[in-house]
């Protein structure tokens, strides 16, 4: 029996590394096949599209890490903890591709949802649902915070939509100014917008 190809995961980790490395748009599909070391019809026997590729990416890049976030967002932790966990993970990423590339290179999701701009269905929609997931990570935080008082607020759905918002832009302000410490800002940015000051947490 001949030996089984490779050739999908390197694809599907082709294009992860690329999306958060450059533009989606720019990326063709012999860049994505010259990346992984597959010739170009394997692509079309694995993928139809490079935004299926692409949209297979995001699913199967989320579920992997999936298991960090829910150590992350472990209910053992006290609540806000576990949004600075996160928080903190995000930070050192952007350190170590910083070190890497040279540049903070930002969340290749986001990116990549704000150039496809619903002109991708599939994609747009496996972007949306990792969005979804990790809004759900954040409120539930907010809310075992208000549950046990650290915190009051009066719709802690919305309060996670505003850390979310307020995170994913201070991480793109970083990745605008290529300057990582940007991000020390959101820590305490994210214990203001719940009511909370900074030095009291």
Not at 18 to 26: A, N, V
Not at 98 to 106: C, I, M, Q, S
Not at 136 to 141: F, P, Q
Request: with cysteine.
């Amino acid at each position: 029996m001949g030996r089984k190809s490779d050739g999908r995961e390197r694809l599907l980790q082709a294009i992860s590394d690329l999306m958060w490395e450059s533009s989606y748009g720019t990326l063709t599909i012999d860049v994505i096949c010259e990346r992984a070391g597959v010739k170009k019809g394997s692509f079309y026997y694995f993928f139809t599209s490079k935004s299926d590729l692409a949209a297979e990416s995001i699913r199967e890049g989320w579920e992997a890490k999936k298991p960090k976030m829910n150590t992350l967002f472990s209910a053992t932790r006290p609540p806000l903890e576990r949004l600075k966990a996160y928080f903190d993970d995000i930070r050192q990423t952007q350190f170590e591709a910083l070190e890497k590339h040279g540049r903070v290179l930002g969340c290749p999701n986001f990116s990549v949802g704000a150039e496809i701009s619903g002109t991708a269905p599939e994609l747009d929609k496996k972007l949306q649902h990792t969005f979804s997931d990790l809004l759900k990570y954040i409120e539930s935080a907010i809310r075992d915070a208000q549950s046990e008082g650290t915190i009051n607020v009066a719709d802690p759905a919305m309060s996670a939509r505003c850390v979310l918002g307020f995170f994913e832009g201070v991480l793109t302000h970083a990745q605008v100014r290529n300057d990582p410490t940007l991000l020390d800002d959101i820590w305490p940015g994210t214990l203001q917008m719940l009511g909370i000051a900074p030095d009291a947490a």
